[in-house]
């Protein structure tokens, strides 16, 4: 992908539309699908769209009670396994599991994530939201490429943010080993590592028919914000003095079952078929941010960079190495 791909393809879907409308005529009888995090938020309402449309899907989870209970409204095939993302470990023994019982995978969706935590470490001392937004999913896709190789035509989806404009990746401190913490900076190093890492997925998954994009979800309240204090979401425009939604947040806020359709477009789309490595947003390819972007859209040109997405790849492996 160059960066100038990163061009709106006139989809028809916008900020408010519906699962039901992204996915109208697409049949996934026969597909399987994992979704990390598919039991919290927006995660449920994308296995909710997925299992409708035929799929079988398996939700990887931490809490299998929280799981159960948070997706027992939904028909389908859908499927509990025990999986820890912040536990490299787990995170192989849900693949092998996988691998032992699954013909292939057609679609992962890498929707679970952390925002804006205290400090905290994961895996051999990792900053807890690169080690498992990123690095838990790196590890993941990784695991379970013999079944991505194994479908046709599969697909990945890594869900990014837009807070990737804050800032890149902090090579030379990614785990703030030398500088202060600041839980802004490392989860926009975060998703902008969720970026660039569909952006080196999809030149590799090309070999053998698959792609893999990014995705900007929109603004949802969700159990994302779990971290942040009713203060904090007041500084930040979400909430009002009253501790109810804004009227930003009201505008420009989204329900769970619209955040999840973006998403869905990227996992699905026929629009897609020929495309690779792209952010998208909306429900669409995101435009390529420039001076005159409005903060909260458009992707910044520093996910977009082929040669950091290598980098950043060659990094991760050796980091998992050295886990």
């Given at each position: ?38 039991y ?44 820890d ?43 807890a ?48 080993e030398?500088?202060d ?15 660039l ?45 009253d ?20 998403t869905?477009f990227?996992a ?6 020929d ?11 995101a ?13 910044a ?11 950043l ?11």
């Amino acid at each position: 992908m160059a960066a100038h791909d990163q061009q709106p393809l006139g989809s028809g879907f916008h900020m408010k539309s519906e699962p039901d409308e992204v996915m109208s005529g697409i049949n996934l009888s026969g597909r399987v699908a994992v979704v990390t995090g598919g039991y919290s938020g927006i995660g449920v309402e994308t296995v909710r769209a997925l299992t409708k449309a035929g799929a079988k899907v398996i939700v990887p989870a931490r809490s299998r009670d929280k799981a159960e209970k948070n997706l027992a409204d939904i028909k389908g095939d859908i499927v509990i396994a025990d999986m820890d993302l912040a536990d490299t470990g787990s995170v192989r023994s849900f693949a092998d599991e996988m691998t032992r019982d699954l013909p292939q995978l057609d679609l992962l969706i890498n929707n679970a994530g952390i925002m804006a935590c205290p400090e905290r470490r994961v895996g051999p001392g990792w900053e807890a939201q690169f080690g498992t937004n990123h690095m838990g999913h790196f590890t993941l896709t990784k695991a379970l490429m013999p079944l991505l190789e194994k479908a046709d035509s599969p697909r990945v989806v890594s869900l990014s943010s837009i807070a990737h404009k804050r800032n890149g990746i902090l090579w030379d401190d990614i785990n703030f080993e030398e500088n202060d913490y600041d839980k802004w900076a490392a989860y926009a190093q975060a998703k902008s590592a969720n970026a660039l890492f569909a952006l080196g997925l999809s030149r590799r998954m090309a070999a053998f028919g698959g792609r893999a994009f990014s995705v900007h979800p929109g603004g949802i309240f969700t159990p994302l914000q779990r971290d942040l204090t009713t203060e904090e979401q007041i500084e930040l425009g979400w909430l009002g003095e009253d501790g109810q939604p804004s009227e930003l947040a009201r505008q420009g806020f989204k329900t769970p079952a619209q955040g999840c359709t973006t998403t869905l477009f990227a996992a699905t789309s026929p629009l897609l078929n020929d495309k690779h490595g792209l952010y998208c947003e909306d429900g669409d390819v995101a435009q390529l941010a420039d001076e005159n972007s409005p903060p909260y859209f458009h992707v910044a040109p520093h996910v977009c960079d082929e040669e950091s997405a290598e980098r950043l790849w060659r990094m991760s492996e050796e980091m998992l190495k050295a886990a």
